[in-house]
């Protein structure tokens, strides 16, 4: 069956390029919802509250995901149909891009409000008194580490476990940005959820990282200097994970990301990331052309894996079949039986 999660992960994959998100009735802003109801009734500020409401917000649907699996395991057109969906749901990739043409042609009009007003859909940062360098750096900041969140991890896990690795993925993800941040009310109770989509994201981060390295001749990036900057400085970052996306972004655009980051009532100094100039808009056009790149990437690469699992899966089974099959005939007396 994994031939037919191949083929619905590239399907789910054209489909978020052509269409991409709804504005109404996506399926993560249903899940959204009724994860909030799940967390109005189970908040408490201590961690063991969030870890609970985080093994049933994720546990449920992956449930649901297994359910359908093995209800289609011999319908493969369904569960490529399936998948597709499921893919569709999970992906950003065509919202991210257009976000950041919107971010890129406010700023080369140098219309700074319309610039600051749309920040908020690209990341949590106070653009109150942001300039354009620092509008310019927190956009292709949060391209590099939302192709890893919501183009390459989804991907990652589809092909790993299917429908339900992308459904776990997405709604973990989801809590994540839902409550694993750093306040007052989710310090504790967000934890779980925080320490899940950073363990979810380990390998498909630096993977994300890899694939940049290999695809930056793209925006006329030198492999050798991306893949030093990745190197040098994707451990830096406080994330376990952001640091080694933007790190590869930042060799691969030649610029320096990092600094202060200001949020609505807190800031952070973030380390420096790579040895260029500060970005501007021209960059982010860039950045969005690289994060294209590497999810197309990421999208074969995650179908091959599949079919050859499928494949792989396939031989095995051909295989015990036969020689079951030899050993019955071996085992077989004759008609007549032995005569004694």
Known sequence: MSLANAAGMLAGFAVDAL?????????????????????RRLYRPDRLAGAAYAAIAVG????????ATVATRRRPVTRAVLVAAGTWAALGARTLRREAAHMAGALERADLSAARGRLGHLCGRD???LDEP??????????????????????????????PG??????????DAMVGHRSARYARFGTASARLDDALNLLP?????????????????????TLRVWRRDGADHPSPNAGHCESAMAGALGVRLGGRNVYFGRSEVRPFLGDG????????????????????AAALLAAGVAAATGLAARSSLTARAGHAARVSLVARPGRGGRRG
């Open 134 to 163: 620092e509008l310019a750096r927190a956009t292709v900041e949060s391209v590099a580490e939302n192709t890893s969140d919501a183009v390459v991890a989804p991907l990652f896990w589809g092909a790993v476990a299917g429908l």
């Open 19 to 39: 269409v991409g998100d709804p504005r109404r009735f996506h399926p993560v802003a249903g899940f959204g919802h009724a994860a909030s109801a799940l967390e």
């Open 60 to 67: 449920a649907p992956v449930a649901a995901a297994v359910a």
């Open 205 to 225: 981060a630096r993977l994300t990282a890899a694939l940049t390295v290999a695809v930056a001749p793209v925006v006329d990036g030198d492999r050798a200097e």
């Open 277 to 296: 100039p500060r970005p501007v808009a021209r960059d982010i056009r860039r950045a969005a052309r690289l994060s294209g790149t590497v999810g197309a």
């Open 127 to 129: 653009p109150s008194a």
């Open 166 to 175: 992308l459904v776990g993925y997405r709604v973990a993800n989801t809590l």
